[in-house]
């Protein structure tokens, strides 16, 4: 089992900026691909981007796409998510959550797929 436990999270007006980062412990980290989702207030739980085992390969959801960008550092065994231009609809609990046994360079998309998951950091994001 995959360690998780999210960090950055905070308070910040429209328009600015925040990075979260996602540390991970407990088994090998690059054998994982890795993801991030959101879950707002009375909604569903919401992918947003994900990274494959290596890197080299990141796929983000339409709702972020230009503004967020997931990267990872396996010699850190931890995920990044810069976010930009945030928005009050990007207020959500953001999750970072790890997939194993895929391929080098796949990437996840499904949440059923992600095995281990973090508890969790707030995003507020005020109009």
């Known amino acids: 089992q995959l360690q998780l436990v999210e960090s950055g999270g905070g308070l910040v007006q429209a328009g600015e900026s925040l990075r979260l980062s996602c540390a991970a412990s407990?088994?090998?980290?690059?054998?994982?691909?890795m993801g991030w989702f959101r879950q707002a207030p009375g909604k569903e739980r919401e992918f947003v981007a994900a990274?494959?085992?290596?890197?080299?390969?990141?796929y983000v959801a339409d709702s972020v796409k230009g503004r967020f960008t997931m990267s990872r550092d396996n010699a850190k065994n931890t995920v990044y998510l810069q976010m930009k231009s945030l928005k009050p609809e990007d207020t959500a609990v953001y999750y970072c959550?790890?997939?194993?046994?895929?391929?080098?360079?796949?990437?996840?998309?499904?949440?059923?797929?992600?095995?281990?998951w973090g508890q969790g950091t707030q995003v507020t994001v005020s109009s």
């Open positions: 959550a790890a997939a194993w046994g895929l391929l080098q360079s796949s990437v996840v998309r499904t949440a059923t797929q992600y095995i281990d």
């Open positions: 407990g088994r090998t980290f690059s054998t994982y691909a």
């Open positions: 990274i494959s085992r290596s890197g080299d390969n990141t």
